[in-house]
């Protein structure tokens, strides 16, 4: 490394702190909070459903299997719908719709109107799941690292505190929960509809048939059949579970806080760290074949009610690794836009997970407790035999982020390489003056499209002249995973443009350059990794870049771009401060 500061304006730098946000992002992740709380809300009233209502076990499951299919057929008419009437209005209708059907279905006197009411509540959850991360993104400001922090907070808040409220207030009224979810919806509502800016229009209209004709690629098909797989095994776990612990419902709502907070944790911090290590595939193959084995123990002990518990907590950790790198897999290997594949794959899986506990009740009262965790077990293990037939695509896809394969678009160099004679200005640039072929190594210059991207070009193009080097001018385009949502960060078009312009401006100097527009899936550090490869793929004798921007706290839940270029690359790395002599 050449020269470093503390500061500056990096490849795809984001705000300075993540919670420095418009009052827009806090009223979408707060929505997020309580979208996300649904998940868990009701586990700790199943059985004062099933008392109250003299339901029978079976009849209760299908809160979840209404809710979950009609979530998931509505994922079909999603992009359908935000394509038409744009993001701002699809999350509003998607909120009004869980505010009426939360209120009636915290109304209602028999368990066959809930049921009904959850089906429309599912219907605006998938309104809302499709386009709040997309709305954050767009909304938050100086960038999106802080925002799709924000985010992933907001989903581990959720998905935590839903037990905990559901404990707290059913244990005052199983209708409790309900009406919770409505005012804090409905406030949620008001803030959006006074906070967010209207958003525009996709460019293109999405028909109803695309997300299935979809299921026609090999790789979407293989990663969703994977995950209904999975869905059917955890939602059997979920939703099953809270019958044979024989919990009151506080101790229910503990017991699935604790579950939460451990999917929060593993889906944030630990799951990105292991597929870095290991690799995806591998990574799933384990983490689906512990799912499976925590599954056979609550089927072996679920007479124990202390098993029950542990193990109970413990799937948080599979659950938690699973929903983001089953996640990241799937937008890996879709060669489809993200909302289509999105919606594909939010179909088939959320099928799984709203039949498996409709179904579990039935073979329980029809067999014994035991049968459901049985069958759950062995659809996980089929899930994983499914895996493997993907298995070639998932490891291409990873070496796709560690290797200059993906959205190469070079320019043509419009001027030749000056005659310069080669003087070494900045540390030990001379280690690699000449790439394999004989020519000037190249100078890579990574930038992210924002306002100090003209500023640093010109500072590398300055080191190319003098150093009698090409130029490489290259932005990575991210597709960011939290959790269980996907989401392209930017448009690569005005990326694209401004790339051109770059070059042009260059190349009237007399620098050789080209242009290259990367795509990776993952967080910074996937970028910093990717750069670094690109580097080493082109025998680069330099990176220049500048220092990041987007602060210690969102640093703690997304690598940094240039601490991963530093780890990573081969070559000399140049720090550019903003106010360096080079930008002035």
Same mark, same amino acid.
């Given at each position: 490394?050449?020269?470093?500061?503390?500061?500056?304006?990096?490849?795809?730098?984001?705000?300075?702190?993540?919670?420095?946000?418009?009052?827009?992002?806090?009223?979408?992740?707060?929505?997020?909070?309580?979208?996300?709380?649904?998940?868990?809300?009701?586990?700790?009233?199943?059985?004062?459903?099933?008392?109250?209502?003299?339901?029978?076990?079976?009849?209760?499951?299908?809160?979840? =299997?209404?809710?979950?299919?009609?979530?998931?057929?509505?994922?079909?008419? &999603?992009?359908?719908?935000?394509?038409?009437?744009?993001?701002?209005?699809?999350?509003?209708?998607?909120?009004?719709?869980?505010?009426?059907?939360?209120?009636?279905? $915290?109304?209602?006197?028999?368990?066959?109107?809930?049921? %009904?009411?959850?089906?429309?509540? !599912?219907? $605006?959850?998938?309104?809302?799941?499709?386009?709040?991360? @997309?709305?954050?993104?767009?909304?938050?400001?100086? %960038?999106?690292?802080?925002?799709? /922090?924000?985010?992933?907070?907001?989903?581990?808040?959720?998905?935590?505190? %839903?037990?905990?409220?559901?404990?707290?207030?059913? +244990?005052?009224?199983?209708?409790?929960?309900?009406?919770?979810?409505?005012?804090?919806?409905?406030?949620?509502?008001?803030?959006?509809?006074?906070?967010?800016? @209207?958003?525009?229009?996709?460019?293109?209209?999405?028909?109803?048939?695309?997300?299935? &004709?979809?299921?026609?690629?090999?790789?979407?098909?293989?990663?969703?059949? &994977?995950?209904?797989?999975?869905?059917?095994?955890?939602?059997?776990?979920?939703?099953?579970?809270?019958? *044979?612990?024989?919990?009151?419902?506080?101790?229910?709502?503990?017991?699935?806080?604790?579950? +939460?907070?451990?999917?929060?944790?593993?889906? /944030?911090?630990?799951? *990105?760290?292991?597929?870095?290590?290991? $690799?995806?595939?591998? /990574?799933?193959?384990?983490?689906?074949?512990?799912?499976?084995?925590?599954? /056979?123990?609550?089927?072996?002990?679920?007479?124990?009610?202390?098993?029950?518990?542990?193990?109970?907590?413990?799937?948080?950790?599979?659950? +938690?690794?699973?929903?983001?790198?089953?996640?990241?897999?799937?937008?890996?290997?879709?060669?489809?836009?993200?909302?289509? =594949?999105?919606? &594909?794959?939010?179909?088939?899986?959320?099928?799984? !997970?709203?039949?498996?506990?409709?179904?579990?009740?039935?073979?329980?009262?029809?067999?014994?407790?035991?049968?459901?965790?049985?069958?759950?077990?062995?659809?996980?293990?089929?899930?994983?035999?499914?895996?493997?037939?993907?298995?070639?695509?998932?490891?291409?896809?990873?070496?796709?982020?560690?290797?200059?394969?993906?959205?190469?678009?070079?320019?043509?160099?419009?001027?030749?390489?000056?005659?310069?004679?080669?003087?070494?200005?900045?540390?030990?640039? =001379?280690?690699? #003056?000449?790439?394999?072929?004989?020519?000037?190594? *190249?100078?890579?210059?990574?930038?992210?499209?924002?306002? $100090?991207?003209?500023?640093?070009?010109?500072?590398?193009?300055?080191?190319?002249?003098?150093?009698?080097?090409?130029?490489?001018?290259?932005?990575?385009?991210?597709?960011?995973?939290?959790?269980?949502?996907?989401?392209?960060? #930017?448009?690569?078009? *005005?990326?694209?443009? @401004?790339?051109?312009?770059?070059?042009?401006?260059?190349?009237?100097?007399?620098?050789?350059?080209?242009?290259?527009?990367?795509?990776?899936?993952?967080?910074?550090?996937?970028?910093?990794?990717?750069?670094?490869?690109?580097?080493?793929?082109?025998?680069?004798?330099?990176?220049?870049?500048?220092?990041?921007?987007?602060?210690?706290?969102?640093?703690?839940?997304?690598?940094?771009?240039?601490? #991963?270029?530093?780890?990573?690359?081969?070559?000399?790395?140049?720090?550019?401060?903003?106010?360096?002599?080079?930008?002035?």
């Amino acid at each position: 490394m050449t020269n470093t500061h503390a500061r500056a304006a990096s490849p795809h730098a984001g705000a300075a702190s993540p919670f420095r946000q418009p009052k827009a992002v806090w009223a979408v992740a707060f929505a997020c909070v309580v979208s996300f709380m649904g998940i868990g809300l009701v586990d700790p009233i199943l059985p004062a459903l099933a008392k109250d209502l003299k339901a029978t076990p079976s009849t209760v499951e299908l809160l979840f =299997t209404s809710y979950l299919v009609i979530t998931a057929v509505a994922m079909l008419i &999603t992009g359908w719908v935000s394509s038409r009437i744009g993001a701002k209005r699809t999350l509003v209708a998607g909120l009004v719709l869980i505010v009426v059907f939360s209120a009636l279905a $915290g109304a209602s006197n028999s368990i066959g109107e809930i049921i %009904g009411f959850r089906a429309g509540w !599912g219907l $605006g959850n998938a309104f809302f799941i499709a386009t709040s991360l @997309a709305a954050i993104i767009a909304s938050a400001s100086g %960038g999106f690292v802080g925002a799709i /922090v924000l985010y992933e907070t907001a989903l581990g808040v959720g998905i935590g505190l %839903g037990p905990l409220i559901g404990g707290e207030l059913g +244990g005052i009224s199983w209708r409790g929960p309900f009406f919770g979810v409505t005012v804090l919806m409905a406030i949620s509502l008001v803030s959006i509809l006074v906070l967010l800016d @209207a958003t525009p229009k996709p460019p293109r209209k999405i028909s109803v048939k695309e997300p299935i &004709t979809c299921l026609r690629n090999r790789g979407l098909a293989i990663m969703s059949l &994977t995950a209904l797989c999975y869905n059917w095994g955890f939602f059997t776990l979920l939703a099953y579970t809270p019958f *044979p612990m024989r919990l009151g419902i506080h101790q229910l709502g503990y017991t699935f806080t604790a579950w +939460g907070i451990l999917v929060g944790i593993f889906a /944030v911090f630990i799951a *990105p760290r292991l597929q870095r290590r290991f $690799g995806t595939p591998q /990574v799933l193959y384990v983490n689906l074949a512990m799912l499976a084995a925590d599954l /056979v123990v609550i089927a072996a002990f679920t007479t124990s009610q202390t098993t029950l518990i542990v193990a109970v907590i413990v799937s948080g950790v599979f659950v +938690g690794l699973n929903n983001t790198l089953t996640t990241q897999a799937v937008m890996a290997v879709s060669p489809f836009e993200r909302s289509l =594949t999105s919606a &594909t794959y939010g179909f088939v899986r959320f099928i799984g !997970g709203g039949i498996a506990p409709y179904i579990a009740a039935r073979l329980a009262a029809h067999f014994n407790v035991h049968v459901p965790f049985y069958l759950g077990a062995a659809v996980v293990v089929i899930g994983i035999v499914i895996l493997t037939r993907g298995h070639s695509l998932l490891s291409a896809a990873d070496q796709d982020q560690v290797q200059d394969q993906i959205g190469q678009s070079p320019s043509t160099p419009t001027a030749a390489p000056t005659s310069q004679p080669f003087q070494p200005v900045i540390g030990s640039a =001379t280690l690699s #003056e000449s790439s394999q072929d004989g020519h000037h190594a *190249p100078i890579v210059v990574a930038i992210d499209g924002g306002p $100090g991207s003209d500023q640093l070009c010109a500072a590398a193009a300055d080191l190319a002249e003098t150093l009698a080097s090409p130029l490489e001018i290259l932005h990575v385009v991210e597709t960011d995973i939290a959790m269980d949502q996907a989401a392209d960060t #930017e448009d690569p078009a *005005p990326i694209t443009a @401004a790339l051109t312009r770059l070059v042009e401006q260059v190349a009237a100097r007399g620098i050789p350059a080209s242009s290259h527009l990367l795509e990776i899936v993952g967080d910074h550090g996937d970028v910093g990794r990717r750069i670094a490869a690109f580097a080493d793929g082109h025998h680069a004798r330099m990176i220049v870049a500048g220092a990041p921007t987007h602060g210690r706290y969102a640093g703690l839940l997304d690598a940094s771009t240039t601490a #991963e270029l530093a780890r990573h690359t081969h070559c000399d790395l140049h720090i550019v401060h903003p106010d360096s002599p080079l930008l002035n």
